[in-house]
């Protein structure tokens, strides 16, 4: 799903006011997560004046999801703009936040046509969406990446359970991007770790001689910021992209290797990774 600029999001709910079904919000610590439903009618297809078929499809009504996201800061003027635009006539429901995640995890899995991807980091091409809509998903592990990690085991539509985690996620990345580069962006953050080396920060396995019976890509990572604790001319030119790239690396690094851990024990192949990080 894309994500659009709140002023732009906000213009487009409130086009669509009349039909919204349901707006529902996931608040995180940073970031609040917006999702609405609205109906529209689809108008038949006019028939040409040299035909004679009257087959024409009637009108009918559809649903259309729309999601944006915005930080957290912005709900109060968020709020406030609703309310001074329109009046949704609204009622405020809790609902419990994992069994939202797994629902809506299955509802995209069965409903919307490649929604998943593999990735495969010396692929080409790197990305490959799966159809999961016309085969059994049951089970599968959903790690939830949020502010902190989130793993649950998914054995149906309603049965399942969180089996572990991690503290180590996306707030992390938050948290420490702002200690080395003063940003509080994420999305920010993300773009400039793109753009970043993060050999200049990490010691990578080509750094050692481990000889033929250790199978293992040059780059791969030996250990996470351990160049910043020898004496080396060229940290002298660290950008903030590099830093926050390695921090990068080690954060989904940590999350990958944890991912797979549980997957083996529990011994289930089917692992989709959820979260805007």
């Known amino acids: 799903m894309m994500y659009e600029p709140l002023d732009a999001a906000m213009e487009r709910l409130l086009r669509h006011a009349d039909s919204i079904k349901r707006i529902t919000f996931d608040v995180g610590d940073r970031m609040v997560k917006v999702a609405y439903l609205s109906t529209s009618i689809v108008s038949p297809i006019e028939k040409a004046s040299t035909t004679e078929n009257d087959d024409v499809p009637n009108e009918k009504e559809v649903n259309r999801l729309h999601c944006f996201q915005m930080e957290k ?16 006539k609204s009622e405020l429901e809790h609902v419990d936040a994992v ?18 991807f593999t990735y495969n980091h ?9 159809d999961t809509s016309s085969t059994s998903i049951f089970p599968f592990l959903m790690i939830n990446v ?30 420490l991007g702002n200690l080395l580069t003063g940003d509080k962006n994420v999305e920010e953050l993300l773009k400039n770790a793109e753009k970043g080396d993060n050999s200049v920060l990490d010691r990578l396995v080509s750094s050692y001689n481990l000889g033929p019976l250790v199978d293992m890509a040059a780059s791969t990572i030996a250990s996470s910021f351990a160049n910043a604790g020898l004496e080396r001319h060229d940290l002298e030119n660290l950008t903030p992209q590099d830093s926050l790239k390695s921090l990068l690396y080690m954060i989904i690094n940590n999350i990958g290797q944890m991912a797979y851990l549980y997957s083996q024990k529990s011994k289930i192949d089917r692992v989709y990774f959820n979260g805007f990080f």
Not at 99 to 116: D, M, P
């Open 99 to 116: 069994s939202s995640y797994v629902t809506g995890t299955i509802f995209l899995l069965k409903n919307i046509e490649s929604e998943a």
């Open 122 to 130: 010396s692929g080409t091409p790197k990305y490959e969406f799966v």
């Open 73 to 88: 800061a912005d709900v109060v003027l968020f709020h406030n703009y609703l309310k001074m635009k329109t009046d949704l």
């Open 146 to 175: 949020g502010t902190g990690v989130s793993v649950i085991e998914v054995e149906s539509e309603t049965s399942f359970k969180r089996i572990g985690g991690s503290s180590i996620g996306g707030g992390t990345f938050v948290g």
